[in-house]
């Protein structure tokens, strides 16, 4: 029998968002590798082991992944929203690359719903017009990059997700990017922080640029701020199709 | 028995990359409504009536399930993809903000994956950095628009996601904003035509912008456009987690 590696995203939490292939794919696996928070989420089985490891360890990850494949195993690489947005997909091609062999084996990439695409259902449609996602961390990036992006992309009017906004480790940065925000978008536009999207702690909140403060986010939140056009109608937040 | 309306997100096409959420809605409604493409993807079943109209009649479906739904009807609002990005749930929030009398009503979107996952799962990982996602259909908005969208997202070095790049009313679109990207990018830039993902005609072409042309799309493609650090790896086409 021979091995594979599939890197699967599993949505924000709720087993409920799963695709059916990632289902499926878990069914067949021998080996489970993954953030410990992720891995946590997949119901034990005989015959299937977990390998739990540290949210800053991708790379050695990917590379035990692939040796278990090149051994005839078939692991799975969980990632929280999709594997492709932010989390482990990448990290698997840049092992690959510093050792192109891994090439002969069987790697695929499973979807699933990253967080911004919850959140937005949650909140009604608030992506839906041309939009952006911007990873707030500047754990592999300058962060002058993140100001340039921001500011860029509020001039471009994209409704913007932003992913990683605060954690104990980067306090500030979350200001700052509000700050650029601020000087590139009228007062009233609207700003979604959503929090735990699909756990029972999810909370939804809906404010004004000028009323947003960094402590409405936590490691949990993404971000989503509409572009000039985004409304309400009750609890909804929504971008029409239409701009002008 | 209170009605419901949910906005359902089908996914690329293959129901291996439905949500479970998805299924079970689909399980329980009275009422199918959606572009005649996507409601012919719903296995037929004694008791569900299949509602399918045409695909410039978003506002129309929309308040047909919202009537549907205070008739006491359990109605799916079918997309593809997701129902957030380039589909339905803006066109039932802009229903609803006609007629505030509707938010007395059960409304929930549900997420899918979008063509834009689903295309960079099977190329690899050319979104694994910050990214966006640009409509390059001029139905709703002004051209200049979307060239300007462009060519600022290209100076903030964000991959892109092209939706909608080509159809038989929109010949020349496509040409031009290759035209913009060739001004902003280098020619070594790389591109992913990804057509019909997981459909059995499904083609993934992965060229440099020289080479790059508008006759490598149509309706059912999806473009994905790698920053300046993307790189191929055998099949693969990733953009690295670090920047700067």
């Not at 005839?72 to 050792?99: H, L, Q, T, W």
């Not at 007062?187 to 922080?193: K, M, S, T, W």
């Amino acid at each position: 029998m021979s091995g594979w590696v599939a890197i699967a995203g599993l949505g924000p939490g709720d087993e409920a968002l799963w695709t059916g292939e990632v289902s499926a794919a878990l069914a067949e696996a021998t080996d489970v590798l993954g953030y410990a928070t992720y891995t946590a989420r997949i119901p034990a089985r005989p015959g299937l082991r977990v390998h739990a490891s540290d949210n800053r360890e991708e790379l050695a990850r990917a590379r035990h992944a692939l040796a278990l494949a090149a051994g005839g195993k078939r692991a799975v690489i969980v990632s929280s929203g999709d594997p492709g947005v932010f989390a482990m997909a990448a990290a698997v091609f840049e092992v690959v690359a510093e050792n192109p062999d891994w090439l002969a084996l069987d790697i695929r990439v499973l979807p699933g719903i990253t967080a911004m695409l919850a959140a937005a259902a949650r909140a009604g449609a608030p992506l839906g017009h041309d939009f952006c996602a911007i990873n707030l961390s500047d754990n592999l990036k300058p962060w002058d990059l993140i100001e340039r992006r921001l500011r860029l992309a509020a001039q471009a009017d994209f409704a913007m997700a932003l992913y990683n906004p605060r954690s104990a480790a980067r306090p500030a940065g979350l200001g700052r990017a509000l700050d650029v925000l601020r000087e590139e978008c009228e007062p009233e536009r609207l700003i979604v922080f959503a929090a735990a999207v699909t756990a029972p702690q999810e909370k939804i909140t809906t404010v004004t640029l000028a009323a947003a403060s960094p402590d409405m986010a936590d490691m949990r939140t993404v971000i989503l701020v509409g572009n000039k056009s985004t409304r309400q109608v009750g609890k909804f937040v929504y971008t029409p199709r239409r701009a002008g």
